[in-house]
């Protein structure tokens, strides 16, 4: 298993802002991931966060709104970028160490 | 790619009845078949997973969850609900190779009733 530290846990922000999302895993892991959870529906992944390499990212989300860092194996951080209020969420990270994923206890973010 | 189906949005079940939460699923291949619980301000929980082996699962909190390869199936179970088993229920599958990221269902709330 993997214990993941996901910080803040909720913000509320203006339009126009950013905020940083953090994730610790307590293990080493080779990728991190970054999903959206809106309110009311499904997981949707954002990208992958590989050490030492750009983040890939899914379709519909890019680069300049979702900046991703990944410094070490333990470590990234999730940029939510010049926000308005359709990008309030939940916002999660997740490690897979085996076939399961584990995830972090989520940032809900509101824009106002 | 791989998709999931939780047909229902609300599972309501009085406290002590036994509780069943359905999910059917579409990958090539093989597929490995997981289940989460979400409470209220958390993140998702891992209950339990298939992989291979056994059709029925075995996982945390009194919870099982069968596969069914011919119906494309993986229901969670639980013999007795417990009020505190009122939570969001996620569904999620990837395939043995290829493009094996996980693909969530939209979710089921569960709610216990006393």
């Known amino acids: 298993s993997a214990v993941i530290s996901q910080k803040p846990s909720r913000d509320i922000c203006q339009r126009g802002t950013s905020l940083t999302i953090q994730c610790q895993v307590d293990?080493?892991?080779?990728?991190m991931f970054w999903y959206r959870q809106q309110p009311g529906q499904s997981l949707t992944l954002i990208a992958t966060?590989?050490?030492?390499?750009?983040?890939?990212?899914e379709s519909g989300f890019v680069i300049d709104k979702f900046p991703i860092s990944r410094p070490n194996l333990t470590f990234s951080t999730l940029t939510v970028s010049n926000m308005s209020p359709e990008d309030s969420s939940i916002y999660l990270c997740?490690?897979?160490?085996?076939?399961?994923?584990?995830f972090g206890q989520g940032t809900r973010l509101t824009v106002v | 790619a791989q998709s999931v189906a939780q047909p229902e949005d609300q599972v309501n079940v009085a406290e002590g009845n036994p509780l069943t939460v359905k999910c059917t699923y579409s990958?090539?291949?093989?597929?490995?078949l997981f289940w989460y619980v979400q409470y209220p301000n958390r993140g998702l929980q891992f209950l339990l997973k298939?992989?291979?082996?056994?059709?029925l699962v075995k996982g945390s909190y009194g919870f099982e969850a069968e596969f069914n390869k011919s119906q494309t199936s993986f229901h969670l179970k639980k013999p007795s609900a417990l009020v505190s088993d009122s939570a969001l229920y996620f569904c999620?599958?990837?395939?043995?190779?290829?493009?094996?990221?996980?693909?969530f269902g939209k979710g089921n709330q569960v709610v216990v009733i006393p």
């Open positions: 990958v090539s291949g093989n597929p490995y």
């Open positions: 966060a590989n050490q030492g390499s750009e983040a890939t990212y």
């Open positions: 999620a599958v990837r395939a043995e190779y290829g493009n094996n990221r996980l693909a």
């Open positions: 298939y992989i291979t082996g056994d059709n």
């Open positions: 293990s080493q892991v080779t990728m």
């Open positions: 997740s490690v897979e160490p085996q076939a399961e994923a584990f």
